[in-house]
């Protein structure tokens, strides 16, 4: 499987922002990124096309994160803005669907390559 290296979470006050970043060692149809906390299981935040760039986000986050693509150093970033205390958790990227759509977010089996994870914390 590919390997996929997070980075740049760490700590904020709501209403912060920090951009997390996906390098990949290859090429990858679809991208997503997930979350997991102590009190959730993994949660879909956000997927890119690579092809497309369509993107698609979770409810939770949508006009808050955006999730974006640099084609030419093989990474994935995700903006996220307004942060919130229930934003709090480890981050991951991942690779491996074929195809893309809104129900990938609720389907982490889907993915095949995962990274180790980016932590963020969101204090009040």
């Known amino acids: 499987g590919q390997q996929l290296v997070e980075s740049g979470g760490g700590s904020v006050q709501a209403g912060g922002s920090l951009r997390l970043s996906c390098s990949a060692s290859g090429y990858s149809k679809y991208i997503g990124w997930f979350r997991q906390s102590t009190t959730q299981g993994r949660e879909g935040v956000a997927i890119?096309?690579?092809?497309?760039?369509?993107?698609w986000y979770a409810d939770s986050v949508k006009g808050r994160f955006t999730v974006s693509q640099d084609n030419a150093q093989k990474t994935v970033y995700l903006q996220m803005d307004m942060l919130r205390p229930d934003d709090s958790g480890m981050y991951y990227c991942?690779?491996?669907?074929?195809?893309?759509?809104?129900?990938?977010?609720?389907?982490?089996?889907?993915?095949?390559?995962w990274g180790r994870g980016t932590q963020v914390t969101v204090s009040s």
């Open positions: 890119i096309s690579t092809t497309t760039h369509t993107t």
């Open positions: 991942a690779t491996g669907p074929k195809f893309g759509g809104v129900t990938l977010l609720r389907d982490p089996s889907a993915f095949d390559s």
